[in-house]
T-cell receptor
Framework: KNQVEQSPQSLIILEGKNCTLQ??????????LRWYKQDTGRGPVSLTI?????NTKSNGRYTATLDADTKQSSLHITASQLSDSASYIC???????????FGAGTRLFVKA | NAGVTQTPKFQVLKTGQSMTLQCAQD?????MSWYRQDPGMGLRLIHY???????DQGEVPNGYNVSRSTTEDFPLRLLSAAPSQTSVYFC??????????????FGPGTRLTVL
């Protein structure tokens, strides 16, 4: 069964600290993996995308990694800001069409 | 560009009522889709469309209808609302070509409560 699991479910960190969010997937055939940021009351917005051959992708203070062998991805946030408070969703797409599998997300709270 | 727009933002229905959630995009995207987001679960696909006049069922289509008469609009109809349809609904669109690789652009969502 195609699944995307994220951990932790929620996380509280102090402003300025770093954090890492995890995503494990069992999806086949794999096309790409995206991380989305979803602010409260808003729709998800794409942060990064990685294909099978890419193992790191950065977008400002966000760095995503992908290990296609172990089917794991992580999203590292550096020097967190209050505006980073949001849900972060891992999404895996299958090849050959439009099918995508969404993780349940990690809810991040950044405190001053 | 306004991107993907959804109306209404909030809606409360009584069991058995029907309503239409509106979705529009001005990016000339062929692919559009409807998702529902429930606590503790990933977004689940309700229906999708690969172009005007073409729609298909997603993972959780029961109780919902869609139509696609134009490229821009993709309304979602709840035929007879049930409390199990209480959720946040997101419309999304995707540019043509490169299917699985292209980013989906999401609307702001509609929060629906069925009493």
């Amino acid at each position: 069964k195609n699944q995307v699991e994220q951990s932790p479910q929620s996380l509280i960190i102090l402003e300025g600290k770093n954090c890492t969010l995890q995503c494990n997937y069992t999806v086949s055939p794999f096309s790409n993996l995206r991380w989305y940021k979803q602010d409260t009351g808003r729709g998800p917005v794409s942060l990064t995308i990685m294909t099978f051959s890419e193992n790191t992708k950065s977008n400002g203070r966000y760095t995503a990694t992908l290990d296609a062998d172990t089917k794991q991805s992580s999203l590292h946030i550096t020097a967190s800001q209050l505006s980073d408070s949001a849900s972060y969703i891992c999404v895996v797409s299958l090849t050959g069409g439009f099918k995508t599998i969404f993780g349940a997300g990690t809810r991040l709270f950044v405190k001053a | 560009n306004a991107g993907v727009t959804q109306t209404p933002k909030f809606q409360v229905l009584k069991t058995g009522q029907s309503m239409t959630l509106q979705c529009a995009q001005d990016m000339n995207h062929e692919y559009m889709s409807w998702y529902r987001q429930d606590p503790g679960m990933g977004l689940r696909l309700i229906h999708y469309s690969v172009g005007a006049g073409i729609t298909d069922q997603g993972e959780v289509p029961n109780g919902y209808n869609v139509s696609r008469s134009t490229t821009e609009d993709f309304p979602l109809r709840l035929l007879s609302a049930a409390p199990s349809q209480t959720s946040v609904y997101f419309c999304a669109s995707r540019p043509p070509g490169r299917k699985a690789y292209n980013e989906q652009f999401f609307g702001p969502g509609t929060r629906l409560t069925v009493l």
